[in-house]
């Protein structure tokens, strides 16, 4: 049951990603949806499951796009994985924590995708980070927070707040 859901969300969110969303942007600045899903997946499914849909997203939104494979395997795979550790590890995520940690992941993908680019010179790489890097940053933290937010309202996910052990 699981797989069919997940696969049906990455076909979708590949859909949305390839038609919808390079209309929706905010100064130029197009939300990366996919990172945001795997964060909530590997937040409220754990490490594993984060890591594996991820992989699988991460693979299938590189086929439609111009990024680089490897690159997004990595920021995708690592931003689930790391969202299902502070999931375990956190006593009780709430929206506002998860904005802070989109805007760390988020900000840590962009890095590692400039990195990867291996930009000459005279491409500079502080105009890179301060007018795509962090304003990308910023609306995956907002869109994850909000998003966390309605859903941690709506369905009042207690399980997330972890009982002490005895």
Same mark, same amino acid.
């Given at each position: 049951?699981?797989?069919?859901?997940?696969?049906?969300?990455?076909?979708?969110?590949?859909?949305?990603?390839?038609?919808?969303?390079?209309?929706?942007? !905010?100064?130029? =600045?197009?939300?990366?949806? #996919? $990172?945001? @899903? *795997?964060?909530?997946? /590997?937040? %409220?499914?754990?490490?594993?499951?984060?890591?594996?849909?991820?992989?699988?997203?991460?693979?299938?939104?590189?086929?439609?796009?111009?990024?680089?494979?490897?690159?997004?395997?990595?920021?995708?795979?690592?931003?689930?994985?790391?969202?299902?550790?502070?999931?375990?590890?956190?006593?009780? !995520?709430?929206? =506002?924590?998860?904005?802070? #940690? $989109?805007? @760390? *992941?988020?900000?840590? /993908?962009? %890095?590692?995708?400039?990195?990867?680019?291996?930009?000459?010179?005279?491409?500079?790489?502080?105009?890179?980070?301060?007018?795509?890097?962090?304003?990308?940053?910023?609306?995956?933290?907002?869109?994850?927070?909000?998003?966390?937010?309605?859903?941690?309202?709506?369905?009042?996910?207690?399980?997330?707040?972890?009982?002490?052990?005895?």
């Amino acid at each position: 049951m699981r797989v069919g859901v997940y696969i049906l969300m990455i076909v979708s969110l590949v859909v949305l990603h390839a038609t919808l969303l390079p209309y929706v942007s !905010v100064w130029d =600045v197009k939300p990366d949806v #996919g $990172l945001v @899903v *795997v964060c909530f997946v /590997g937040l %409220l499914a754990g490490e594993l499951e984060g890591l594996l849909v991820g992989l699988l997203l991460g693979w299938a939104m590189s086929l439609f796009s111009a990024g680089d494979l490897a690159v997004s395997l990595a920021v995708k795979g690592g931003a689930g994985f790391l969202a299902g550790l502070a999931g375990r590890h956190m006593a009780q !995520v709430t929206p =506002v924590v998860l904005v802070c #940690g $989109l805007l @760390v *992941v988020s900000t840590a /993908g962009g %890095l590692v995708t400039l990195w990867a680019a291996n930009l000459s010179e005279q491409q500079d790489i502080w105009w890179a980070l301060q007018t795509i890097i962090l304003p990308q940053a910023c609306f995956d933290a907002v869109i994850g927070g909000i998003g966390y937010w309605l859903l941690w309202s709506r369905f009042h996910l207690d399980r997330l707040a972890m009982e002490p052990e005895l």
